[in-house]
């Protein structure tokens, strides 16, 4: 995998694009005005029905109940790194973040949000309202105002409803930098599927029979086996889809849609079943890399 402006030198050398991390610049002041506010109770007892949501400063405590939020929120995204309980403790020692709050509902941990200097490097809300996520973006763009900033960058998922909060408050919402792309390169497709062979069993067709991908010289076989399907060479299957190597591995990743790169001529399937059944494999998925974990340490 890599990040850089020239993606034209790496795609002549067999290098597929990603996409890119998308953020978003709003003022501050801005923000605040435009954050969803919580309702005022019309009596106490409706007030001590209501939940309890609450910010404070994170701590090495917080490191299990931080990993668990992030792998719930990031389980389905494309990209994200697997964060091992040995990675956390590294990221909260390196101190390449200047703050970390924690949002509480009722005394659970809800989300929490890595803050340096005028950038959020990581945000995770778990609260179906967003309220979670509206209240850490209240403290940091209150600790923003104290410190005298004119403008907060927010690193998020393009899906994550913060970009709607920073649009509605008139900042600008980066969904595609042109100068900040990922790309990766397959070394090999077989052991790629082969890695991928017990996630493709969960997402295969109750009907499915062997499948041959023809990735430009190369002939693959997938079918199901026992617990795990089944990545061989090979050309006996009579559904068949031919895909370039790029595309192949854009398909792989989750980055465009079988539907896309059928449309587009990059793909071609032998039969409707051979299209439902890589629709059905190869389903896309948000790409998303965090910066916190490549964040620098930052100096005093």
């Not at 009596?43 to 992030?70: C, F, H, K, N």
């Not at 990221?91 to 009722?106: C, F, H």
């Not at 945000?123 to 209150?142: K, N």
């Amino acid at each position: 995998v890599a990040r850089g402006e020239d993606s034209a030198l790496l795609r002549a050398h067999g290098w597929s694009v990603l996409g890119s991390d998308p953020f978003s610049v709003a003022s501050p002041q801005a923000l605040l005005s435009h954050l969803p506010v919580p309702a005022e109770p019309e009596s106490p007892y409706y007030a001590s029905m209501m939940p309890v949501v609450q910010v404070r400063i994170g701590r090495l405590t917080d490191i299990a109940e931080m990993q668990q939020a992030y792998e719930t929120r990031f389980s389905t995204t494309s990209g994200t790194r697997i964060r091992s309980a040995e990675m956390w403790t590294w990221l909260a020692s390196k101190r390449s973040y200047d703050r970390i709050y924690i949002v509480t509902v009722n005394d659970q941990t809800q989300g929490y949000v890595v803050v340096r200097g005028g950038s959020i490097l990581e945000l995770v809300d778990l609260t179906e309202d967003g309220s979670g996520g509206a209240r850490l973006l209240q403290r940091v763009a209150a600790d923003a105002i104290d410190q005298g900033r004119h403008s907060i960058r927010i690193h998020a998922p393009i899906s994550d409803r913060v970009h709607t909060w920073a649009d509605q408050a008139g900042g600008q919402v980066h969904a595609s930098p042109t100068n900040d792309v990922w790309m990766a390169k397959c070394l090999s497709n077989r052991t790629l599927l082969r890695r991928l062979a017990h996630e493709l069993y969960r997402r295969r067709p109750k009907d499915m029979q062997t499948i041959c991908l023809e990735i430009d010289d190369e002939q693959l076989l997938i079918g199901k086996g026992v617990r795990s399907m089944k990545v061989t060479r090979g050309n006996t299957a009579t559904d068949r889809v031919e895909v370039s190597a790029a595309s192949a591995l854009q398909m792989f990743l989750g980055y465009r849609s079988v539907a896309e790169l059928c449309a587009t001529g990059h793909l071609i399937p032998s039969s409707d079943t051979a299209l439902k059944t890589v629709e059905q494999l190869f389903p896309i998925s948000e790409l998303w890399r965090a910066r916190w974990d490549d964040a620098a340490v930052a100096h005093a």
